[in-house]
């Protein structure tokens, strides 16, 4: 018997009996990841009407973890563009994105942002893919807050699937840094 068992105030026969839970740290730090994530809404075009009503009672995107609206980039995991993005907005949602803290993920909402929607301009980005990484895209123009809430489904089950360890691992070797044996 080991000394802490011993020395518990738990009688011996009772500490056989207490429940306990096996499970990996990627699991933890997944699960906690994935339920509180906090957007930074870029809205330039009417997904964000749509969006305005998605935070409303009645659809509840706060069940997802997502109350938390945060209008600077260094209090946000979760970048929503909604809208059209032009040339000249580039740059500045470039920027936005860099500022976010890792781990960070991008919803692409509604046919502007996603393709660049209607609008065959010279001035139009054709899909915001081509300035950030996009991990879930909302199709539609504009598109209902049903496909919001899926959209934060899918977008958990991928932040569900990731390896905190193995995206540690990459960050000290990309530093050059002695790696953990």
């Known amino acids: 018997m080991s000394a802490e068992i011993e020395n518990s105030p738990v009688p011996q026969q009772e500490a056989a009996t207490l429940p306990f839970l096996t499970t990996s740290l990627d699991a933890v730090i997944n699960w906690g990841r994935s339920n509180s994530l906090w957007p930074f809404p870029f809205a330039t075009a009417c997904c964000a009407i749509e969006f305005m009503s998605l935070m409303s009672a009645r659809y509840d995107f706060a069940?997802?973890?997502?109350?938390?609206m945060r209008f600077t980039p260094r209090q946000s995991d979760l970048l929503m563009i909604m809208g059209t993005v032009t040339y000249k907005q580039a740059p500045i949602l470039r920027r936005i994105y860099e500022q976010m803290s890792a781990p960070r993920w991008v919803i692409a909402v509604g046919a502007c942002a996603s393709s660049g929607g209607f609008y065959d301009s010279y001035c139009t980005v054709p899909g915001i893919d081509h300035i950030i990484p996009v991990d879930v895209f909302?199709?539609?123009?504009?598109?209902?807050p049903e496909a919001y809430i899926e959209a934060a489904v899918q977008l958990q089950e991928k932040i569900k699937d990731e390896s905190f360890l193995t995206e540690r691992l990459a960050r000290l070797r990309d530093r050059g840094e002695d790696l953990p044996s």
């Open 63 to 68: 069940r997802f973890g997502t109350e938390f």
């Open 138 to 144: 909302i199709a539609g123009c504009p598109p209902r």
